[in-house]
């Protein structure tokens, strides 16, 4: 058990649909990072949250957004939601606001969308 | 970006043989190479990782090697057990700071497969 807790475990929706993921990061740990995995791209970085503050961008669409609220949990909303945003989202916490330290991942949402 | 590869992408082998996957990047500056395990339904799991002041880390069964000249180090896992199969993930990182923050770029993943 990483500590790091994600809900749901598991969501079905429709195309069109907003839905919001959310993550608890470990116990002591200042950053979120969000992760998409899919079959076709593997594992890809999403965003980074460090105490509140978005700190790094990678391939996150503009239909999908996330915050981190004042007790560190982070919720990741997707909108307009289309087929291929199916996948495996992943949530991470670590100490460092500036990377370069360990990353502990939680079990995960997978999202189906139909 | 951080080009990484893994190589296999997929590795069978038999219970107590050893495996070994390799992971070639091409950042320079990339200080810091762990290796994660993922297991059916579950997220990614640090396994191990070393740092660039030190050239092999050892912990059981596994380890992992580091040639920071030819930028790429390697995962090593020895007698292996069927609770070793799994995806096995390279994720090397730029030293703290700067623009690239705290992301991970991951090789593509190599299917690990023990027969007992």
């Known amino acids: 058990d990483s500590g790091v807790t994600q809900t749901p475990k598991h969501l079905i929706t429709a195309t069109g649909q907003r839905v919001t993921l959310r993550c608890s990061p470990r116990?002591?740990?200042?950053?979120v990072y969000w992760y998409q995995q899919s079959l076709d791209q593997g594992l890809q970085f999403l965003i980074q949250?460090?105490?509140?503050?978005?700190?790094a961008k990678g391939n996150i669409l503009e239909r999908f957004s996330a915050q981190q609220f004042p007790d560190l949990h982070s919720e990741l909303n997707l909108s307009s939601l289309e087929l291929g945003d199916s996948a495996l989202y992943f949530c991470?916490?670590?100490?460092?606001?500036?990377?370069?330290?360990?990353?502990?991942f939680g079990p995960g949402t997978r999202l189906t969308v139909l | 970006g951080e080009n990484v590869e893994q190589h296999p992408s997929t590795l069978s082998v038999q219970e107590g043989d050893s495996a070994v996957i390799k992971c070639t990047y091409s950042?320079?500056?990339?200080?810091?190479f762990p290796w994660y395990k993922q297991e059916l339904g579950k997220g990614p799991q640090l396994i191990i990782d070393i740092r660039s002041n030190v050239g092999e880390k050892k912990d059981q069964r596994i380890a992992v090697t580091l040639n920071k000249t030819a930028k790429h180090f390697s995962l090593h896992i020895t007698e292996t057990q069927p609770e070793d199969s799994a995806v096995y993930f390279c994720?090397?990182?730029?030293?703290?700071?700067?623009?690239?923050?705290?992301?991970?770029?991951f090789g593509q993943g190599t299917i690990l497969t023990v027969h007992p």
């Open positions: 116990s002591g740990d200042l950053s």
């Open positions: 994720a090397p990182q730029r030293p703290a700071g700067g623009t690239s923050y705290g992301k991970l770029t």
């Open positions: 949250y460090y105490n509140g503050e978005e700190r």
């Open positions: 991470a916490s670590s100490v460092s606001p500036q990377g370069g330290d360990t990353q502990y």
């Open positions: 950042d320079s500056a990339s200080n810091y």
